[in-house]
């Protein structure tokens, strides 16, 4: 336990309810994380801007940014790394368990586009919101949502409860196809060349992919979007 807000959040007593235990299961949703142990208790990670996991082998060096450690009894050290001391790490008991608040993943076969069009029609926020919402679908980022709506043609700015059925059918393709397309090729947050691989994100100033206009940036809830004003449309 390396920062004082991990101490905060993992205290002698939950780390005890840790240790020893076998790891059952490890269910991931978006961002988040839920190691499930042998006594009913479990371990939330949620890894933010760029939590990641880093494996090692005692004795070795832990890793950089290490904050969170798990050691294994075949001596691999499992660390959570993490630059911005962001992430969030607490254990939960089998009497307590974490209710996670988010939206079922947006690769998740269960997801029709008639669920995501029925969860959009209640908000009255605009799509790109809506999007990096999680308790609407986990596992949308600030780069995929972008990404996504360049490809359905649909302004960042439209309101997620205007989208007709074909529009929201259209979007929930491409937000697969974007995700889909950023694990195929590795895509990393911390590349430096990410802005090439990428068809608007990153990319205010520079022609349209498809038609050529100037990509324009636009502020909302605090996010940056870049965007064609000409084939995306509200
Ligand atoms: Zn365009």
């Known amino acids: 336990m390396f920062t004082p807000s991990q ?100 690769d998740d076969p269960g997801v029709t586009a008639g669920f995501f069009g029925a969860r959009l029609a209640r908000r009255r926020v605009a799509i790109k919101v809506a999007l990096l919402d999680q308790k609407l679908l986990a596992g949308i980022g600030n780069i995929y949502a972008a990404e996504a709506l360049w490809r359905a043609r649909i302004s960042p700015e439209a309101p997620a409860d205007s989208l007709s059925a074909a529009r929201v059918t259209r979007l929930l393709a491409s937000v697969r196809d974007a995700l889909a397309d950023g694990v195929a090729r590795a895509v990393r947050y911390r590349t430096s060349d990410r802005a090439d691989q990428f068809h608007v994100y990153d990319r205010e100033g520079k022609p349209c992919d498809r038609c050529g206009m100037i990509l324009r940036r636009l502020i909302q809830g605090g996010r940056s979007t870049c965007y064609c004003p000409r084939c995306q449309r509200r």
Do not use: M
Request: glycine share 8%.
């Open 7 to 106: 101490r905060r959040q993992l205290p002698a007593a939950s780390r005890r309810q840790a240790e020893g235990q076998g790891i059952v299961a490890v269910d991931r949703r978006g961002k988040h994380q839920l190691i499930r142990l042998a006594n009913g208790a479990s371990i939330h990670v949620h890894f933010l801007l760029d939590g990641d996991w880093s494996f090692t082998l005692l004795p070795d060096a832990p890793p950089r940014f290490a904050r969170v450690e798990i050691v294994l009894d075949d001596g691999t050290r499992v660390s959570l790394t993490d630059p911005r001391a962001l992430c969030i790490v607490k254990v939960y008991t089998a009497a307590n368990p974490p209710t996670l608040k988010i939206g079922p993943d947006a």
